[in-house]
């Protein structure tokens, strides 16, 4: 499998099993000048900003981890466009989670903080 291919098949196991979590999918690979998200979803009243991260026999730790400052940059201000642009998610509470897709999918949530 392409890492391509390998990124999208996290991408779609991690929407499935945010889905059974109860999360509502808003956007997947939403693209902006800024960058990309890999996912944004809606959950109790909160939107998630999601990076998804899969490295054949990567622990969660270092899949965490290699959401650098730089990606976390280009996150948040995808993700201060997306809410300019859909204000209608604006009394919602913003976070920034990371989904490892491994072994096991687990769901990270505030890895890190809105950058500035």
């Known amino acids: 499998m392409s890492t391509v291919?390998?990124?999208?098949?996290?991408?779609?196991?991690?929407?499935?099993f945010l889905v059974k979590l109860n999360?509502?999918?808003?956007?997947?690979?939403?693209?902006c000048l800024y960058g990309e998200i890999d996912i944004i979803a809606?959950?109790?009243?909160?939107?998630?900003?999601?990076?998804v991260?899969?490295?054949?026999?990567?622990?969660?730790?270092s899949l965490a981890v290699t959401v650098n400052k730089q990606?976390?940059?280009?996150i948040s201000e995808s993700a201060q466009f997306f809410m300019q642009v859909h204000r209608e998610y604006n009394n919602c509470h913003a976070q920034f989670d990371v989904v490892t897709v491994a072994d096991t999918i687990e769901l990270i949530e505030q890895a890190f903080l809105e950058y500035s």
């Open 5 to 16: 291919e390998t990124g999208k098949h996290a991408e779609q196991c991690a929407v499935e």
């Open 23 to 31: 999360f509502t999918i808003l956007a997947v690979n939403f693209r």
């Open 53 to 61: 991260k899969t490295i054949a026999g990567a622990g969660k730790e």
């Open 71 to 74: 990606k976390q940059k280009r």
């Open 42 to 51: 809606l959950h109790e009243n909160r939107i998630h900003f999601i990076e």
